[in-house]
């Protein structure tokens, strides 16, 4: 009889000798929900393939072990077979079996005690059952509830962004890109949907780090922080806290193996100011060229600044009203150069700095900044670092450093100055004394009464 070739799928009516090829050939017929593949080397171990569905469009594949125990056949999931090697789960398997034949006792002995004792045997093997059932609870069965009720503390939900992240994370793949051609990937974090919370462990985690850093460590280190979130989140519900390892995610070789989280410090320096500033009036796309130097007369976040609406813009009263990280909103002084500014803005929709993107706002202007720093000869400066620079320049200016910090939106400190929130009218001095500055050092003659559109820069 010919030997079957490497593309065949595995029979499945008979007892095969585990390898990872018969195992990546196994998948589920349309017609059934799941499917066994049997070892032939650890009695009671099964490879089980679920259907595809639209969770999982290429279904899931999992180590699992059956069972008779008291004439019923039981399962349990050892784990997904991206995790298990082989030998893992064979020894796992090999484990079970000796607490289902309860470690060699005389089944004999065990019949005379289940019938003089029935009542209790059968209470005793319902609760059995349920605590069975819940050691099978997998990651995935609880992630919808995490993404539901785990939102972080004092806050009403998830930041918009971050949600969209988790969801990333976790995703099967396997859906056309948005751009370029092909599916996409599993997300680093859905390998571990199909584990058993009782299998995430310090080996388990370490095992799918070292796999995900293969292809981007700083991915995987982020999926790994979100997951530790998760871990934080069920050792915190009394249902699940006996389940799971909080700490898992903390093992020594992961850490040992964690991208270094370098404080980034760059910032604009007092005689690089000019040349980048006439770098940025030069850029062809104005509402790039204003939201730039908004971000350096402000000291904003770049998203906060993006999504500022001409709702939020009030010229009559001098003021603007921003979306704020720590607080819902925050309300700054409009200065007067920085009106200007607005004013040469044409208002395309709602958004003050409007693109035709599908957001309708700005949303990435590296590329416009990184021509910028190309015509004034800076090597590197991130946006974030227009943040910093409005910091240190504020302090050169003489503003305290609470009003700095309540115009950045920074979590207020009363160590620092004794500090209390300033009143917009408060801070006006301020932050008019500090867009002076800026001007100053930039080379910018600003004349208050000049019309909107007719600033000039001096060379």
Not at 119 to 136: F, K, M, N
Not at 246 to 251: C, L, N, T, W
Not at 371 to 378: D, N, R, T, V
Not at 440 to 459: C, I, M, T
Request: charged share 25%.
């Amino acid at each position: 009889m010919a030997r079957p070739k490497n593309s065949y799928a595995p029979e499945l009516s008979k007892a095969q000798d585990l390898t990872m090829g018969l195992i990546d050939r196994l998948t589920c017929p349309a017609d059934k929900t799941q499917v066994f593949l049997r070892d032939t080397k650890a009695p009671g171990l099964r490879v089980r393939a679920t259907a595809a569905s639209t969770k999982n469009p290429k279904g899931l594949k999992a180590y699992v072990y059956e069972a008779k125990l008291n004439r019923q056949t039981i399962r349990r999931t050892i784990g997904d077979v991206r995790v298990w090697d082989i030998e893992a789960a064979r020894t796992e398997a090999r484990r079970l079996a000796v607490v289902v034949r309860s470690d060699g006792e005389d089944p004999r002995e065990i019949q005379r005690q289940l019938e003089a004792a029935k009542a209790a045997v059968i209470a005793s093997a319902a609760a059995q059952l349920v605590a069975a059932e819940i050691a099978a609870i997998t990651v995935g069965d609880i992630w919808p509830r995490y993404l539901a009720e785990g939102k972080p503390k004092r806050k009403d939900a998830w930041k918009p962004g971050y949600r969209a992240s988790l969801d990333m994370m976790a995703a099967p793949g396997g859906v056309k890109k948005k751009r370029g051609q092909g599916m996409t990937r599993p997300g680093p974090i859905f390998p571990l949907m199909a584990l058993a919370l009782g299998a995430v462990t310090e080996d388990a985690l370490q095992i799918w780090f070292e796999r995900e850093t293969v292809a981007g460590k700083h991915q995987a280190a982020r999926a790994l922080m979100m997951f530790r979130g998760f871990l934080r989140w069920c050792a915190a519900r009394p249902e699940y806290r006996k389940l799971i390892d909080r700490d898992a995610g903390k093992a020594p070789a992961i850490l040992e193996n964690l991208p270094s989280n370098t404080r980034r410090t760059d910032a604009i320096e007092a005689a690089q100011l000019p040349g980048w500033w006439q770098g940025v009036e030069q850029l062809s796309n104005r509402t790039a060229s204003v939201y730039l130097k908004a971000l350096v007369l402000t000291g904003a976040r770049k998203e906060e600044l993006a999504g500022l609406t001409w709702a939020h813009v009030d010229f009559q009263w001098r003021k603007l009203t921003i979306a704020d990280k720590v607080e819902q909103t925050r309300t700054i002084p409009l200065t007067p150069y920085l009106a200007q500014l607005l004013g040469t803005l044409p208002r395309v929709n709602t958004f003050v700095f409007a693109s035709a993107a599908k957001a309708g706002r700005i949303s990435d202007t590296r590329s416009s900044h990184a021509k910028a720093l190309q015509s004034a000869g800076i090597d590197s400066l991130t946006i974030h670092g227009l943040r910093r620079s409005f910091s240190l320049l504020g302090e050169a200016a003489g503003a305290p450093a609470g009003a700095i910090a309540q115009v950045m939106g920074h979590k207020p400190s009363a160590t620092a100055e004794g500090y209390r929130p300033r009143s917009v009218d408060a801070l006006r001095p301020f932050l008019e004394k500090i867009e002076v500055h800026i001007l100053e050092q930039a080379g910018v003659a600003f004349d208050v009464a000049v019309e909107p559109g007719k600033l000039r820069v001096v060379a």
